[in-house]
């Protein structure tokens, strides 16, 4: 049996928890032999102890091994000269040195996760955001100007080829998916601010010019103001959204709390070769450390990675644990007695655990 080695880095605040908790899922998931974890240093308080918030050899790792599973980095205080946070540079630096372009963020209405907007049924809000995930306005990050303390600037930057493959991915993921809700149609929603800034204006152009190649997907548009209200009054009618960098890290979470809040948001971030798969949230130190906080959103990231590696390596043992991982937490879910506490219960992290491990068994 092919097996995969999977790098972790568990990072600071509630990462540790939900690292841990994934790993045990899919490792109930898949046996012991089709997955090899190995953990690596990272994160804000590594920064803090030796000044490496990424070190060099867990770099060589993530680039070396099938897949990466993050739990979430960063600590109030630890940040750079600049006022910049140092734990959001843990997966910044991975993003941009391996290349991680399309950020893929499914919005899913689970049953037993009640949605704040009133009437939504779970299956009737389930579409995918697609942030493009290495220029945009966050490309500049660490290169922007602060000119004497009196006048600061950051450049957004789109490239061609950066816009046309996150377009096309969005493409080919909604050919792949079964159409919005609303009307089973397959539609790409581009959101920008094309009536506003040049950049935006690009953005679209480009595609639209990739969507020619694509009949049977609908080109649909929304600027990222509009969109916000879209996402709470029609959520149904969404299918994939592709998004610049910044817009998309918004609206994701946005869409999270349709549908339950972070605690609940899976996050796969793909480029050609490397995947860093983590919850959509932060590394919530409010809550950390005290086993309150839900591993919903690193289980089901995790359970992206099995799909994802699923596809890379053609592995149908693969597929079929991504699945049984999602439907395990889908009936933990639904079935009411343990649900986590953003959710309005009070089961636990390990509490969560257990249950989903128990219902895989
Ligand atoms: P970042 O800037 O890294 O995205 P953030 O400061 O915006 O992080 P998060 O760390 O994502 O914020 O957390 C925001 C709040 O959401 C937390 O204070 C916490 O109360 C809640 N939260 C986040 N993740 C979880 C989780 N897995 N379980 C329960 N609550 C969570």
Redesign the pocket.
Known sequence: MKSYDIATIEGD??GPE?CQSAVAVLKEACGSELLRFEAFDGGAAHYARTGAVLPEDTFAACKSMHAMLHG?A?LPGVTYADGT?V??DLHLQLRFRLDLFANVRPIRLYAGAESPLKGWQPGQIDYVIVRENTEGLYASRGGGINLRGEVSTDTLVMTRKGVERVARFSFDLARRRKGAPRDGKRRVTVCDKANILRSYAFFRAICDEVAAGYDDVEIDYAYADAITVHMLKKPDFYDVIVAENMFGDIISDLGAGTVG???IAASAELGERHGLFQ?A????P??AGRN????I?TILSGALMLRWLGEQHADPALLAAADRVEQAVEAVLAEGATV???LGGSASCTDMTEAICRRLR
């Open positions: 605040g509630i939900v979430a960063g946070e734990g959001n809040g972070l605690g919850g949230h932060g590394s919530a409010d809550i309150l906080a839900s591993p959103a986590p506490r953003d």
